[in-house]
C-alpha cells in the first residue's frame, strides 16, 4: 500500500498491530538451501581444496576422489564424516580435508548439527565462512564459528577478521566474554571465548561436545540497518529451539534467546564483509596449534607437533567432523538483511595488492587463509620431523 493512503481509523489500527507483529518478525528468515550428508560428496555442492594449506599445517589437503578413496570421507547413518589420516606413519604432511561451499552467501542464518568434531593435540579445526575473493583476503571479511586449536580452550571460539581497523563495542546482549576487540587485527581478529552459552554441563567444544553427541550451532549475519551484527548460538542435541528442527522453513532468532556470541558490529564495519563461502577444515599444527603446542601438555606427550603428525597416526582418531546437516537461510530477514538492500557490501579485490593481504601469524593468532602464503613443502615436514628424532 503506498504510504499516502488516506486511512480509516479501522484501517490505521490494523496497521498499527500488523507494524507490532512485524517488529516481533522482523527477523525471520526462509530457508534457501540444506545441505545433507550426501550433499558433501558432491563437488556440484562442495570444492575440496587441493592447495597447499594456507595457515602452514603440516597436512596435504585430498581432493574429493582421493578422499574417498583413503576413507577420509564418508555417509553412514546418515552422517557425514571428514577426518585425517590415522595411518600411523605420515612422514610427507598428513592427509586431510578442506571443503568450502560452491555457492556464496551473504546475510543470513547458518545452521550446522554436527555430532562431533575434530578433537586431540595437533588438530586445529575451523567452521567458518570467509570471501569468495581469497585471493584479497582480508577484504571481504571471514567469520570463524567453531575454532579451537590442540583442545586447549573449554569453550568454543568465535571470531571476525576484517581488513581494516573495527573494534567490538563492550555493549552486547551475548553471554560470551570478548577476548579480543580489533576485528582488524591481522594475528588474532576480534574473538568472543563462548563460556557463558548455556547450562553448566553443556558443554560447545572439544572432546564434551562429542561426548554428548555434539548440537546445533547458529551463526546469523544481520549487517543491515536494523540487524544485530554477528552472533552465534549453541543448544546441545535435543534442546534447539523448535523453528530450528529438521525440515523448517524459517527462523526467528528473536526467539532463541541470548546468544553466546554477539559482535555487535552492524553500523561501524558493515562494509568489511562481501559475499562469503562455507568452509570446514581440519588443519594439523601450523600457525595456531602448532605455535601454541608448547604451552600445552600435548608438547609433554608427543615430543613435537611434527613428531605427533609424523608418527602418531593413532592419536588422530577423534580428528573428524561428523556432521547432519549444514542449512543457510539467507532470504527474508527485512531490515536486518543488508543483501536485501541497496547497501550490500560489495568489495573490490582490484584495489589492493596481493602483496598487502597476509596470513595470521603469532602464538594466538586465528586467521585462517593468507593470499601469499610461505612455501610449504613436504621437505620441510620431513626435516622438522628427522631434526626432532635426532633430538629425542
Ligand atoms: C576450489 O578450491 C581451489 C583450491 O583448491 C580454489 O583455487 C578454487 O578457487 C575453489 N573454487 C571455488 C568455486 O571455491
Ligand atoms: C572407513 O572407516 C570407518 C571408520 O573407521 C570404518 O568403520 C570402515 O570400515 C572404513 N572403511 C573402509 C573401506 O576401510
Ligand atoms: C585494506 O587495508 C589496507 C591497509 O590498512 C588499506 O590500505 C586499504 O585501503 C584497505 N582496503 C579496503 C578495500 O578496505
Ligand atoms: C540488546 O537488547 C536490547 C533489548 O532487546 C536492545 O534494545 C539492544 O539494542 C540490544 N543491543 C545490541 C547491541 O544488540
Ligand atoms: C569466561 O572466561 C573469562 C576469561 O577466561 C572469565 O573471566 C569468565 O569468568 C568466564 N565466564 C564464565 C561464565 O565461565
Ligand atoms: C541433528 O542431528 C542428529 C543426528 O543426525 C539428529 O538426531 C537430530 O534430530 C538433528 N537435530 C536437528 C535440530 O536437526
Ligand atoms: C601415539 O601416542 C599414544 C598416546 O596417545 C601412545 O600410547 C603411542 O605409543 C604413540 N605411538 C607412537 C608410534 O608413538
Known sequence: MPSHSPLTATAAAGLLATALFNSASASSWTLTD????NSFLQTSSWNYSTGTDPTH????????????????????????YMGVSTVEEQLAGRPSIRINSQKSYSDGI?????THMPTSCAVWPAWWTVTKNLDSWPIGGEID????????????????????????PEANNGTGIIAYQDCGDSSTGCRIEMNGTTGASASNTGPAFNKADGGIYAMERSL?????????????????????????????PANWGKPGAQFAIAD??????????????????????????????????????????????????????????????????????????????????????????KGGNGSSSGAMVAAVALPWSVAALVAVVSAWTLVA
Open 224 to 252: 543491515g540497518s536494523t540487524g544485530n551484527g554477528i552472533r552465534v548460538w549453541f543448544w546441545p542435541q535435543g534442546s534447539a529451539p523448535s523453528d530450528l528442527a529438521s525440515g523448517s522453513n524459517s527462523v526467528n
Open 145 to 168: 564459528i567453531i575454532e579451537n586449536a590442540n583442545d586447549q580452550y573449554d569453550s568454543n571460539l568465535a571470531s571476525l577478521h576484517t581488513n581494516g581497523s573495527c573494534i567490538l
Open 57 to 80: 599445517g603440516l597436512v596435504v589437503y585430498q581432493s574429493a576422489d582421493q578422499a574417498k578413496q583413503l576413507n577420509l570421507t564418508r555417509v553412514e547413518n546418515d552422517l557425514f
Open 268 to 357: 561501524e564495519c558493515h562494509a568489511d564483509f562481501g559475499e562469503h563461502q562455507i568452509t570446514f577444515d581440519i588443519t594439523l599444527c601450523g600457525d595456531w596449534a602448532g605455535n601454541t603446542y608448547e604451552q600445552t601438555s600435548c608438547a609433554k606427550t608427543y615430543g613435537a607437533c611434527s613428531a605427533q603428525v609424523g608418527y602418531n597416526g593413532s592419536s588422530f582418531n577423534e580428528a573428524y567432523w561428523a556432521v547432519d546437516s549444514v542449512r543457510v537461510f539467507s532470504t527474508g530477514g527485512g531490515t536486518d538483511n543488508a543483501a536485501n538492500s541497496a547497501n550490500t557490501a560489495s568489495v573490490s579485490a582490484s584495489s589492493v595488492s596481493a602483496e598487502n593481504a
Open 110 to 114: 547458518y545452521v550446522l548439527n554436527a
Open 34 to 37: 540444506t545441505y545433507d550428508a
